[in-house]
């Protein structure tokens, strides 16, 4: 009997430990589809949250329509102007936190029921985020009513 205890003791903490680190595998910064902007994927709490640690554009030009609405200059760094809170409009995208509490899913092996906030629109979504394999990342974000309402995306590791 104590050999069973000890076996099942082994077995829990084999499963625990590849759990821990098929979670510990997405994290990283990451390409974001386009290469238009660069993400950190890190822990919070239990969960997986990211910010976007470069963007290729980091500043305003003319023509861009945040400049044509008077909210910013040409050359300022790109700020959160969408955002529905008034007092975020001015956080700078560099160093946003847009991902946040993705929860993994060991039977699936994907990440679950994150949110996503989307700066270019200011509206937030619901995700998924699943590893293909090392190197390349599927994010799926769409509306709480549907799964088909949204977008995918495909990055690759930085």
């Known amino acids: ?9 082994v077995l829990f903490f084999l499963l625990f430990v590849g759990s821990v680190s098929a979670n510990d ?17 890190y822990k919070c709490g239990g969960n997986v949250c990211g910010k976007i640690v470069w963007l290729k554009e980091p500043n305003y030009k003319e ?16 700020v959160d102007t969408e955002n529905p809170d008034a007092s975020k409009k001015k956080n700078p995208i560099v160093g946003l ?9 060991a039977g699936d092996e994907e990440f679950v029921n994150g949110e996503i906030y989307d700066p270019e629109s200011g509206k937030l979504y619901v995700g998924e985020l ?8 599927k994010l799926n974000g769409h ?7 949204g977008k995918k995306q495909t990055w690759k590791r930085k």
């Open 1 to 9: 009997m104590k050999k069973l205890v000890n076996l099942l003791a």
């Open 25 to 41: 595998k997405i994290l990283g910064t990451w390409i974001t589809e386009g290469g238009k902007s660069n993400v950190e994927l």
């Open 63 to 78: 023509g861009d329509d945040q400049v044509k609405k008077g909210q910013v200059k040409a050359g300022d760094p790109k």
């Open 97 to 105: 936190e847009f991902l946040k509490n993705f929860k993994y899913d």
């Open 130 to 137: 699943k590893l293909v394999n090392d190197n390349t990342l």
């Open 143 to 149: 509306l709480k009513i549907s799964r088909f309402l």
